[in-house]
Structure formats: structure tokens, C-alpha cells
């Protein structure tokens, strides 16, 4: 049953916040192991399930693995993904159990395939998952046999294209678990962490624990230990408990922390949770939870609150690949990738529109991201909806709400997107349906879905639509629909107003969708106490969803090989408390936008090279009260921000001159910040540069850079570079951020400039540097050693 909202809707919580093959498994129990290694591959179609079936002739791979990016390019290939293949393939898996852990249950988890796949272990199918983004399970004690060989198979089936609206990739490109616990212990995602109330000086944690016994009947302890962010334990308590065999308890427990850290967007604050199990003095299961302690609160006069602070969602929309990695992306390139975002002044993302990996959501809790988290983009009778939806959308659901509950970036539910019109008695049905779900799993959240904007027709019949539906939802939530949050402010008082979709440039009018205003919906949203902020498509540019040539959308701030756009400076003025200023050059009439998609932005350029007497019109954006410009250090002209409120200076008719451009923002008369535009020679040598260090997984990012004599980027540069590594590690891709390259994405040697760069993805391995070099012929070749233990990059 749905309930009814009051004026202020308050949501205070405290969340969440390779080895064998054949090879003995000997630690400790209850463990949890990484499976990814050690899988043998074969694309095609066949009866491959037996456990005798010998595939030791087929390719050897560790996981996550997306077959798709290995493929051509291919105009008879779906645009959807990206004009690769997808098909059908293998994956299998050898592995043993020592015989003295037959009492012992094992349990193996899947983060992701995509899609169609079913699973056996030694011959026994495990059933279908047809879904291909929710995290799923299986209990394999009574499949396994311990002291012995095992198999586990796994088909996955990507043949029927187009199924998804934008690139999916194909096969397990997440990572795999498998875990052995007691007959005793705490269930996978068993642990559920909220806070009714949460202050300054205590907070209310409040711990469910599901606890299952599969042996004899038992007494035990639960214990909960509660750890600060800097790893100190503060509190604990203790529950005995007695349970049947195959019982399966549910217990609360409850303890006050003392003046607590709260997790925030600028300190995102961490606990842990340790919950132990004990029975005839021993330990049986032990799992650590981290969570965040904050309180959210909605309310329709004055937005979004997070700890009593009123915040905007500074968002975007994100889909779950990375360019030239495709699906399987290592959690390092997705720090880089966030940590751009933020540092922009992004502060939310929509997962677009699916679940994104566990990993992902781990990042956004370090970051302090807010997240919406999406279930899935259609339900069923729409266009690239599952077939399978219905049968199986409440398992991949409550699998997702259990598996990311606990995050504290997560700040919403989102159950779907664009799915029927506005007001249909269709999409109301089932928006209480899948909503109810949801709220019954986890009360503490509010739950929205992507409501499609729908054509232009009265507006007081549109706001009568949008209203009948969010009547089932939480918020009132709206795609691309900014212009209408007036009039729904007006008519209906009692909810908050969050844009689940935005344009980043254009505007639409109330009537008019493709009205190409000069003007972002941004600004609406910043004007508006009742809008709570936009999720912008899109924060990153992002394989399929496009026409051939081009393999991917450019709607992004940032390109797929995580480079910043024009886009992104813009709205680092709007977003950032920093101060900053960009320029560019205009490549089209800076007033005429009859060429310019609705998805898109201005054609502009950085480069600063061009005929002598030619005039120039450049865009500048800035958070300052005034931008001027110089030219070789001559000021040539100077504007005010507040004349331009849309926030796009612009000035026209700049006479050009070889050297250099200065734009400059001014703060009571003085210069804090600058932009320059340099006139680049002829290239001379390649630049490599690490822009970060080596993750945890080895990850690390080296821009490699077309430089001239005097080191000035040639931003027209279109060179072949070739690539080599040699040490401790791999290249594992290469990218120049352009959309209409037709470059394999398996190639990892020669690589063409874009706007005079590359982007050079590596892992770091072992104990030994790893040596990189970058060289085109006619140039000087770029060195850069990245160490393991100092990883700051020597370049020479």
C-alpha cells in the first residue's frame, strides 16, 4: 500500500554505507575468495556443460572479461553497440575443495553478464539469469564435490541485437566471488545498517543481522562492533540467540554513537560495522559493513537537505562502460573518471540506467557522490524491454536493494526510465507496483522513476499528466522537463521537483521540446527552492545511441577517454566554489545553432592557430564577476558576467595575432584565475605525463601529448603514435577520445592523435618499474618510468 507524503518528506538514515584452477583452496573459513582467474573462453555456440568436455585448447583469460570490444567495427553491426558484435559465448572454469571442508557451504556470485546466462557446476544447471546488470547468486554446496575436481560452465548469450538502447558488451565483465561459510552465519547482504535519528552530538545506528543455520540446532552470540573512520573501535553489543535447524533470524540491534562524523559531499566520513557469530566458543561467521552516518531530508518549498544543509544535485547521467575498455572496467579507471567529475564540482550521478558495479558505488562513498540508483532503463511491451521482465524483476530488484542498501552515496531509487506516457493507467500501475516493492525492502530512501517528457501539447494537460503519476512516486521526477517545474510547484505543493534528466546546453520552452534556448536547465534548477537539482545527459561521452560513422554519443563533459570537453568548464563556473575561467574559439556563427543538436554544444576550438588578420569570436565561461581578455599581454577587451545570464561570455570580432590569448576572471579588480590559448609550432616530440598514480589495482593513466619545440600542445595533431611497455606490467588500452575512430579497441600499439593526444591506460605489476614509451615518426620518442613503490612518474 502506498502511503501519503506529508509537505515535508524526511528520510533519516544511517547507511551503508584468482586463484584455483584445480588448485587447493587451504585458508581460513568463512572466506571470501576472488574467482576471476583461470577461465578458459571460446566465442561460439556448442554443448559445452559436461565436466568432461576438454577446453584446455581454448583461450585462457581472467575476468572481467567483454568479448564485444575484441570485435570489428562494422556499418551491418547494430549502432546501438556501438557497430560491434555481440553472440554467444563460453567461459569455463576448473577448480577444487579440500574433502575436509564438506561440511562447509559455498556460495558463488556473479557481479554482472551481460546477458542471457546460465550457469552449471559439474554438468547441474543453476537456472537462467536473463537480466544482464543485476548482481545474482547461487548456493552450490550440493553441487560441488569436495576433494575433488570441479567445473562450473557458464553460457551467455548476446545473439539477438539490438536488445539494449545503448553499448551493453557481452559476456562476464564484472568480477566473480566464490565464499564458503558455516552451516551457521550471517546471509549474503544479510546486514542492514539505518539511524533514526542522527545529530551533531548522537546518533541512533540501528543493525539488522540475518542470521540462517543449515546444521543443528544452536546457541549463539551476535556481536557488533562499531568502528570510527580513523579504525578505532567505539562501541559494541551482544545478542544470544538460539536457532533451529534451517532457521533464519532476523535480529536488531541497536547502539548510540557519540558525537558522530557525518558522511557529507565534502567529507564523506566512513564506519565499519563488525558482526561476529559465535557458538561453543568459536567463531562461525564474521562480516564487515561500512556505512555512513547522515540524515536526508526532501521538502518541497526547500529542496534537499543532507545533514541540515541545503544542497542542489550538481549531477549527471553515467552508463556503465568506459570507451575502448568497453563493460569490463577496472575500478581504477573509474576513480580517475569520478575523480574528474568532482573535481568539476559534480556531486550526483544517476546510473543510467541500470545498477552499476559494487565497486563504482564504493568509489562514490570515498568521494562523497550522491547516487541515484537505477533498477533498470524499460520495463516490459517497450521498445528493448526484456522479455523476461516480469518474471524476474523481483529477485534483480531486492538483489540490488540488499546489495547496495548499506552505501550512503545512495540517495534514491529509481525503477525505471521513460516508460509509458505520463498519467497512463499503465504506468501508474506500475509505478505502484514496482515502488511499493521497494519501499517495503527499504523505507529510508525515496523512490522515483525517469518519467519521459512526452510530446508538445497543453501544458495544463502535461502538468495534469506528470502529476497523476508522481502520485506513485516520491518526488516529482521528470526528464527534460525543467520548464514546466513553475506550474508543477503551483498545482501540486507537497513534493520536491528533481530534473532525473537535463540537456547540458539547450533549453526547451514549455511548448516547444526542441527550442534550442540558449540558456541550461541548469539555471532553472539553481533558481528554483522547489527544483533540487539536474542529472545532466551526460557526464561522460559513451559507447552506441548513435549513427554511423560515429560509434557513440558526444553529449558528454568529458570524452570517452575521460578528457575534458568545453562543456565541462562551463559547468565547473556554474558548480565549482573555486574560481575558473575557460576560453575557446567559436568554429560556427557563435548566434547559430540550426546545425547543433538539442544533445549538443557550440563546434569550438582551443587551438589558437590561424590565417593573420583573421578575426576570431570566442566563448569564455567563468564563475567571476568580470572576464578579460589579453593578448600577448595587451588587454583587448573585458565583460561582465551579470550582463551574460545564460553564463556564456561571449565576445566577437577579436582581431588574431600568433602568440598567446589570456583569459582572465577578475575579482574586485584583481586576477584569480587565467586560460591560455597558444599558437603551437610544427609538432617536434611526444609528452607523456601520469596523471594519477597507481590505483590499488594497479591502474594508473599516462596522457601522451604532441608537443612542439618549446612543449606547447599542437591541438590539431593527427599523428600515429606507437606505444610500448616493458617491466612491471601491460598497456592495457589505448584511447584519443574520438567517437568516429574505427581503431580496434584490442589494439594497445599505434593509437592516432585526437586534438594532439592520446591516453595511455596501464597496470602496474610486481616490484619492477614499468617503462613506457610513446614515439611517431619524424618525432621525439616520450619516456615515462612509473614505479610501484614511488609512483609519481619520472618523464624524460
Known sequence: ?????????????????????????????????????EWRFHLGDGDFKSPEFDSSSWRKLSLPHDWSTEGEFSKDNPTRNANLPGGIGWYIKKFSIPAEHTEKQVELEFGGIYRHSEVWINGRSLGMQYDGYTTFYHDITDYVNFGAENTVAVRVDNSEHPNCRWYSGSGIYRNTWLTFR?????????????????????????????????????????RTEIYGPEGNKIKQISTEKTARFKEKLKINQKIEVDSPKLWSTQRPQLYKAVSIVSSDGETKSRRETRFGIRRLRFDAEEGFFLNGKNLDFKGVCLHHEAGTLGAAVPKGVWQRRLENLRDIGCNAIRTAHNPPSQEFLDICD????????????????????????????????????????????????????????????EQNGYLKMLGGFVRYHDPTRPVVSGMRRGGDYNVEKKVENILKSCEYMDLIALNYGEQWADELAETNPDKPFVSTES?????????????????APWLDAARSDFNTGVFLWVGIDYLGESGWPKIGSKAGLFDIAGFRKASSYLYEAFWSDKPSIYAAVYKQDPDDFSKTGQWGWPNLTESWNFEDKQTADLAVYTNCKKAALYLNDKKIGEKKLADFPNGIVKFKGVSYEKGVLRAAGIENGEEVCNYELKTSGEPAKVRLTAEDTPREDGICHIRAEVVDSEGRVVKHAENELEFSADGGGEIIALSNGDVTSHRSFSETSLWSAYKGRVLCIVRVEGEKPLRIKAGSEGLESGRIQISPADSSGSNR
Open 503 to 519: 540537456y547540458t546546453y539547450f533549453n526547451s520552452s514549455d511548448k516547444r521540446r526542441y527550442a534550442k534556448i540558449e540558456s
Open 366 to 425: 570515498e568521494l562523497g557522490f550522491l547516487v541515484m540508483d537505477e533498477f533498470v532503463d524499460k520495463w516490459e511491451n517497450e521498445k528493448f524491454a526484456d522479455e523476461h521482465f516480469r518474471e524476474e524483476w523481483r529477485d534483480n530488484y531486492l538483489n540490488t536493494i540488499k546489495r547496495d542498501r548499506n552505501h550512503p552515496c545512495v540517495v534514491m531509487w529509481s525503477v525505471g526510465n521513460e516508460n509509458l506516457p505520463a498519467g497512463s493507467k
Open 1 to 37: 500500500m502506498l502511503k501519503s507524503y506529508p509537505k515535508t518528506v524526511l528520510w533519516c538514515f544511517l547507511l551503508f554505507s584468482a586463484f584455483f584452477c584445480t588448485k587447493t583452496l587451504a585458508e581460513d573459513y568463512p572466506a571470501r575468495h576472488n574467482f576471476n582467474s
Open 182 to 222: 558455516n552451516p551457521l552465519h550471517i546471509t549474503n547482504w544479510g546486514t542492514y545498517i539505518t539511524t533514526p535519528e542522527v545529530s551533531s552530538k548522537k546518533a541512533s545506528v540501528k543493525i539488522e543481522t540475518a542470521v540462517k543455520n543449515d546444521g543443528k540446532k544452536k546457541d549463539f552470540s551476535l
